[in-house]
């Protein structure tokens, strides 16, 4: 079983349609990223966070460190949010960018 | 401000050749990491330096290493290159590694014929 599971693998939906993206680990971890991945290759962090919730536009990052859970919500999809979506997490407290990864959720919204 | 800076962005290279990447980091930036992808593998760490110190290492062999020199500038080398090391090799960059934003390169996308 790997460390850092996610789900759904892969998300169609239609533009303006509210998703959300799973996250669950198995390990103790000081902070969850979010990361987002386009076509190309190069990886943007959109959030990093260690408890409760935070907002970014039309993204929302939650966590529940009790539940070993994060879950990462776009509101009003657009096209343009087609992309790889990834969590990672720093297993202990080794240092933050010794990242272990979820396998991604792939997102294509449909206009 | 400048984001982190991969060279060469694109590389075809024989087996048994070596390869050295390059990474610049963020200005104050002191934190860089490494990480391979591929889609068998997903997303995987390298190593880690902080002030020309490596400071973690991932699960890979010694044919892959790296450094950081006194301007937080990095590079890895893959020596002895096999098929299975053909990837995109990400370099990421934070103020001090721990407890901040991770900023990653656009990767050098790796081809071993």
């Known amino acids: 079983k790997n460390e850092v599971e996610q789900s759904p693998q892969n998300l169609t939906a239609q533009e303006g349609e509210f998703i959300t993206i799973n996250c669950s680990y198995s390990?103790?971890?000081?902070?969850l990223h979010w990361l987002q991945q386009h076509p190309g290759g190069g990886i943007v962090s959109l959030f990093m966070l260690s408890s409760g919730k935070k907002k970014h536009g039309r993204l929302i990052a939650t966590i529940n460190i009790q539940e070993k859970h994060s879950s990462l919500h776009i509101t009003a999809s657009h096209p343009r949010d087609s992309a790889v979506y990834i969590c990672?997490?720093?297993?202990?407290?080794?240092?933050?960018?010794?990242?272990?990864f979820g396998q991604g959720t792939r997102l294509t919204i449909n206009p | 401000k400048a984001g982190v800076t991969q060279t060469p962005r694109y590389l075809i290279k024989t087996r048994g050749q070596q390869v050295t990447l390059s990474c610049s980091p963020i200005s104050g930036h002191r934190s860089v990491s490494w990480y391979q992808q591929t889609p068998g593998q997903g997303l995987q760490f390298l190593f880690e330096?902080?002030?020309?110190?490596?400071?973690n290492k991932g699960n890979f062999p010694g044919r892959f290493s790296g450094r950081q020199f006194s301007n937080s500038r990095s590079e890895m080398n893959v020596s002895t290159l096999e098929l299975g090391d053909s990837a995109l090799y990400l370099c990421?960059?934070?103020?001090?590694?721990?407890?901040?934003?991770?900023?990653f390169g656009e990767g050098s996308w790796l081809t071993v014929v």
């Open positions: 990421a960059s934070s103020q001090q590694g721990r407890g901040n934003t991770i900023y």
């Open positions: 330096y902080f002030s020309e110190t490596q400071r």
């Open positions: 990672a997490v720093p297993p202990g407290i080794q240092g933050a960018q010794k990242l272990v």
């Open positions: 390990v103790g971890i000081s902070a």
